[in-house]
DNA sequence: CGGGGCTCCTGTGCGC
DNA sequence: TGCGCACAGGAGCCCC
């Protein structure tokens, strides 16, 4: 009897949080951090492309020649894209952007057979980029500030950039619908799913309002409440809900403390009221009716 | 501006 | 049992 509960319980699971996670903010930065402590100065000694489409520029063999041979001096954020900042064999600056889309990991160890790119370093270990559904971009440019993404992204929510009295006044004017509008890499970077709903629901905002009608106790609350969740999704080195790991090939934690995402017919943490889910802007979107208003 | 639809991709789940 | 279709989604694109 006992037993049979358990494999129950393993099917729920199996058969309710079939949601995706995917790379945001905090994941993107906790990779950041990881791989900054392992592949800084380290030199690429082989580049193995398993997937081409995912380069996106310059050519294949442009790609591989600049890279080979160059060392990791850097690694940049913004918002959820990954940039490494390095040095060519030839004494060029260049940087290697990183973009994970779904299901895109960069995870440093042995080689993985089932990467798209691996990058074998000095030490002898690898870079490996692997992507089940191969929507991440690798790009190696020369000016990361002229990549359009960098260039219309707006400002990064956990630095001085994103300001309480700008969000307010921007929020004002904009007719969107709120989640839809914080899921906008223009708007505010780094946000995707995840944190839309969880960051609505701790403010208890209906995701469906619109930006316009929210109060200016409401977008502060919201402002904090983005700047909150981030940090402490950070402190969990992100949230693993089924493809994102960290830069060892790790799961992160914060999915431990969802109120809202992917938990669509149960019961809410706060109110008892059920998760609903619902279609914004064509993306899944989860929350409580009872709480969000 | 806003919203809808399509595209990229692959594994999964469901209907017939 | 198995085939084929729908769906999931970040982001860019087009269109109304």
Same mark, same amino acid.
């Given at each position: 009897m006992l037993r049979v509960s358990i494999i129950l319980f393993y099917f729920c699971l199996l058969t309710f949080n079939l949601e995706k996670a995917l790379p945001e903010l905090p994941e993107v930065e906790t990779i950041k951090n990881d791989l900054e402590k392992v592949i800084l100065n380290k030199k690429i000694t082989a580049v193995i492309i398993h997937r081409s489409s995912v380069v996106k520029e310059p050519s294949l063999k442009k790609f591989k020649s600049l890279l080979l041979d160059s060392k990791f001096r850097k690694i940049i954020r913004r918002g959820k894209l990954l940039a490494f900042e390095i040095i060519t064999a030839q004494k060029e600056i260049y940087f290697l952007s990183v973009h994970l889309r779904m299901t895109g990991q960069l995870v440093y160890g042995s080689d993985d057979p089932k990467s798209r790119v691996s990058f074998k370093l000095s030490n002898g270990f690898y870079l490996c980029y692997n992507d089940q559904r191969t929507l991440g971009e690798l790009r190696l440019v020369k000016?990361?500030?002229? *990549? %359009? !993404? !960098? $260039? %219309?992204?707006? &400002?990064? &929510? *956990?630095? $001085?950039d994103f300001r309480v009295n700008d969000f307010i006044k921007y929020i004002s004017m904009r007719k969107a619908k709120i989640k839809p509008l914080l899921l906008d890499q223009k708007f505010v970077a780094g946000i995707g799913n995840i944190y839309a709903a969880e960051a609505l629901f701790i403010s208890k905002i209906d995701p469906a309002r619109n930006a316009c009608d929210l109060n200016e106790q409401e977008a502060k609350l919201l402002f904090k409440n983005i700047k909150s969740i981030l940090k402490k999704a950070i402190k969990c080195r992100g949230s693993s809900f089924s493809d994102y790991r960290d830069g060892h090939g790790n799961k992160g934690t914060f999915s431990n403390n969802f109120y809202v995402y992917g938990r669509k017919g149960q019961a809410c943490l706060v109110c008892k009221d059920f998760i609903q889910r619902i279609k914004l802007g064509g993306r899944g979107t989860y929350f409580c009716p009872g709480c969000q208003k």
């Open positions: 000016d990361i500030q002229a *990549l %359009n !993404v !960098v $260039k %219309n992204m707006g &400002p990064e &929510p *956990l630095s $001085k």
